[in-house]
């Protein structure tokens, strides 16, 4: 390879800096670990090529110009644009310096430039005598300048790689290329209180006074050995808490679906040998034509803390409900998807058990609803028609007696004012029962009937905000709307003690009813499951898909919200 010429020292407004060296045909021959930090290229996309795409605009120009002044003067200091390799250009103050101007002699070479990289730099002749070091390689092995120029590269290698070294550094001599020392195995130097260390070296060479210099790069990375090394313990942990877990765990490839690893537990668990599973995909463990297909869903699936409920089919052709928790890993330098199993199949029994039971509590308590509502119903007519026609009766017939006695008894006329009553609360209980309003009014109207009578009542004040119109709905939306309001307004003039109360209906995209009191209110979280009241209401709300919420406090009244979806409700 071409030997170095060039040098340049990027030192940018972050006070960060980077070093590279430039062969003979201005291609870069090696790079500090700056680089990367600084402009965001690596040493493997930098070396080999000319350093133009480095600069922006018409610092390119420039830079082959200073290339060439530097060769005749040495040094060149000159502010240009640097392009990074993601980032917008920055201004840089760059010192371009030739090699072929310097001389290795203690003393005599210009420290600046080697002073702001972090790597330690030491040159050495062909006799393996060190000629020059940096400030950074005197402090990396412990040595002062006048103890390390002069002593010979092997000094700073432990004693059982030292000849393995020379034959190195010969081979080197006679075929100088730029490489990285020890390229596939670890090298380690000595520092001067004995301490051996790993360690990074980069070689180049440049030609003085007819004789050839080698330049070694040197990086010190114990911390990087040590953070491997603690990566690969934790790796082996983690591997083994894979093979060994108690809960089924594989690993799959995201691209083919295919099983890249397979615990035991999931192997048992699935019924296939670990050697059967990693031949298959996870297609091959779902339940035939199950939808939608695995190609389809794992490419939707978050990266980490991915929850899905599906069905694998055993070997042995037994269908399981799993939850599955997944998360993507890096293996290998690719990308794999790591995933949990848990065997839900007996809670979703149970759970479908309980949604079963629910819907025949839902029915039954439907069918005890319709019930009662027929039975009040019947009821109503029996009083109305029956008993009231009958108190009619009786107190035309204590009239009649009264015209046909021709005077004045104080005990009939007492008998038929008592018999007016019994036929006014009879036709009260009548219309409690099922007010006739219920067959003929829309769901507003027949709360605006409800709260007109309770206030006829009580002395509560009763304040009423209630549409003109209101869409229809089916008989079993508007008795369960009368029902509630029924209720809610007979707990506030039994309980409450309240001045005010409020009834107001609201009809937009959902319908709502809404009742509030200020009267003495109540803990909520204290609120009385077993009211048959509360029970009622609440049973009625769910058994046509409404919600109803009750909140209260001590003092601060009660509000009743009772809501139900606009598809309950005709739009014509």
């Keep these: 390879m071409p030997e170095i010429a060039f040098g340049l020292l990027i030192a940018a407004p972050s006070s960060d800096h980077a070093l590279i060296m430039l062969d003979s045909e201005k291609c870069v021959a090696y790079t500090s670990a700056g680089i990367e930090n600084l402009l965001g290229y690596s040493t493997a996309e930098c070396n080999a090529r000319q350093l133009n795409f480095l600069f922006a605009g018409d610092s390119i120009q420039a830079h082959d110009a200073l290339l060439e002044q530097c060769r005749g003067s040495g040094e060149v200091h000159r502010k240009l644009w640097i392009q990074p390799k993601q980032n917008n250009p920055f201004p840089a103050q760059i010192t371009y310096f030739s090699l072929e101007s310097r001389s290795f002699e203690p003393g005599r070479w210009d420290r600046t430039w080697m002073d702001s990289v972090a790597e330690a730099i030491v040159a050495v002749d062909e006799h393996g005598r060190i000629v020059w070091g940096n400030p950074q390689a005197f402090a990396m092995f412990g040595y002062g300048r006048s103890e390390l120029v002069g002593r010979g590269i092997e000094d700073l290698i432990p004693r059982k790689y030292r000849n393995a070294h020379q034959t190195y550094r010969n081979s080197f001599s006679q075929d100088p290329t730029q490489r990285p020392m020890g390229q596939g195995m670890d090298v380690v130097a000595l520092r001067r ?139 290998g330098g690719a990308i794999a998807r790591l995933v949990l199993l848990n065997d839900v199949t007996n809670r979703i029994a149970l759970e479908s058990d309980l949604v079963a039971t629910r819907d025949q509590y839902q029915s039954l308590a439907a069918r005890i609803i319709q019930m009662q509502e027929e039975e009040r119903k019947h009821l109503s007519r029996e009083i109305h028609d029956s008993l009231g026609q009958d108190l009619a009766a009786l107190r035309y017939q204590l009239q009649a007696i009264g015209r046909t006695l021709g005077q004045d008894d104080h005990s009939l006329d007492s008998a038929v004012a008592t018999c007016n009553t019994l036929l006014i609360r009879l036709r009260e209980i009548a219309s409690h029962l099922r007010p006739p309003v219920l067959d003929h009014l829309t769901a507003a109207e027949a709360v605006e009937w409800l709260v007109d009578q309770f206030a006829k009542r009580t002395r509560i004040v009763l304040r009423k905000e209630i549409p003109l119109e209101c869409p229809p709905a089916s008989e079993e939306v508007r008795l369960a709307i009368f029902r509630v309001c029924q209720e809610s307004l007979t707990n506030i003039i039994r309980h409450s003690k309240a001045q005010t109360a409020s009834v107001k209906v609201s009809i937009g995209d959902d319908f709502e009813l809404r009742i509030d009191d200020d009267g003495s209110g109540f803990e909520s979280s204290s609120m009385r499951t077993q009211s048959l009241g509360l029970l009622g209401m609440r049973e009625r709300s769910e058994l046509i898909g409404g919600t109803l919420a009750i909140e209260s406090s001590p003092g601060n009244g009660t509000s009743v919200i009772f809501r139900l979806p606009g598809r309950l409700f005709s739009k014509t």
Aim: charged share 25%.
């Design 193 to 331: 209180n004995g301490e051996e260390f790993p360690v990074e070296v980069s070689l180049s060479y440049i030609r003085q006074q007819g004789q050839m210099i080698a330049l070694a790069f040197i990086s010190d990375i114990s911390e990087r050995k040590r953070t491997e090394a603690k990566l690969q313990q934790s790796d082996e942990m983690h591997r083994r808490l894979f093979w060994e877990s108690p809960q089924p765990l594989f690993v799959y490839d995201p691209l083919t679906l295919r099983f890249l690893m397979v615990n035991h537990a999931a192997a048992e668990f699935l019924g296939y040998t670990k050697e059967e599973l990693t031949q298959m995909t996870l297609d091959d463990i779902r339940p035939p034509g199950e939808m939608p297909p695995a190609a389809e869903v794992v490419p939707r699936l978050p990266s980490f803390r991915a929850k899905l409920t599906w069905r694998v089919r055993r070997k042995d052709g037994i269908q399981l409900h799993v939850e599955s928790f997944g998360n993507t890993i890096d293996l």
